[in-house]
């Protein structure tokens, strides 16, 4: 397992366009998910009259998610590819789950859009939406996979007409598209997902498979920086007692050390570590751990705590300065709003004291200074302060930390990156 570098590869894209079912296939034609198990979801399927969800099933394992047809929480699961050894997190589409989305896009080193090539399907609503946050969630490397090609009888037309669209949508929020992959697919069918397929002769690129080997490049190395690590969840084990779980994002972990728990400032002590399982001797960048820890109590942890070291613990804030994109919101947005702030594992209600400046979104310039409020499309400069204790950390210093997005009423209202704190006594 060590041998490989690790990646986190994110799916992403509408409710219906075919995500799960595009890993199941992965996992399935990669050999990561065995023949029986295949069977009984096929089994299982068809009694739940989902016909074409078995590999949907692979990922979905939630009871409600499989009667219901959608992907509420993120899914992790491993797999091996020539030159990686992948994390696929499968996050989910539908718009009442998006908080899960941010938390998976929060741990995301590549995203994979994918996009329904079915006529009348293609790019909706949410495709939009997930764009907008992988961008401002600091995802750069991004592929585009057009699923669903079985669907428009795998035809070239189709597969143009939405690569033309993708493109109107990516380049103005600022993505290179020169030598992103667009990929045509069938996932149901596995055509151009391991196998290369017969069906699209037109198409000359990689199989989706190839191409991650072949255009990702390496993952981000921040060993050399201090530790931080934010919690997805804490477990209570019998017997051995309290194990966080999270994933590194700078640093490295390794039993023996003394940790911090911010905000609650608990110290204890790793006992051991585990990566999909397996004890290792150091934890870094890019892996999803569960620790052991000794002294702590389970009460003052939980999922938005970050892990630090106690020479350099992770920043509490008190206010925090930021730059923010208002993706949309129906009226305008003034100082004393307090929407929900989700950043990295965290979502902790924020008001905005101070509408400091407005900027062109394209060229970072200050239009007006001190405005009265801010409405959908525009760019500013604001000064937070949280209601309860948030850990978040400035851009320059731990980008991985400084992103969040702003949901409101059910939906996103912006994103944004810190530009500066005023950490908390």
Known sequence: MAQKPHINLMTAGHVDAGKSTLIGRILFDSG????????????????LKKETFEFA?????????????VTIDIMHRPFNTQKWYMTIIDAPGHRDFIKNLITGAAQADVACLVISGKPGEGIQEQTKEHAWLLRVLGINQIMVVVNKMDAANFDEKRFNEIKEEILKLLKPIGYKTDDMPFIPVSAYTGDNVVKKSDKMPWYKGKTLIETFDSWIVDPPKSLDKPLRMPLQDVYSITGIGAVPVGRIETGTLKPGEQVIFEPSGTTGEVKSIEVHHQQVDMAKPGDNVGFNVKGIDKKEIGRGTVVGKPDNPPSVVKEFTAQVVILNHPSVIAAGYTPVFHAHTASVACTIEKI???IDPKTGQVVQENPDFIKAGDAAK????????????????FPELAR?????MGQTVAAGVVLDIVKAK
């Open 404 to 408: 969040f997005a702003i949901r409101d």
């Open 356 to 358: 400091i400046a407005k």
């Open 32 to 47: 990561s998910v065995r023949e029986e198990e295949m069977r009984k979801l096929k089994e299982l399927a068809k009694e």
């Open 382 to 397: 604001i000064l937070v302060k949280p209601l309860k204790p948030l850990v978040i950390e400035k851009q320059s210093e």
């Open 57 to 69: 099933f692979v990922m979905d394992t939630v009871k409600e998610e499989r009667e219901r047809g």
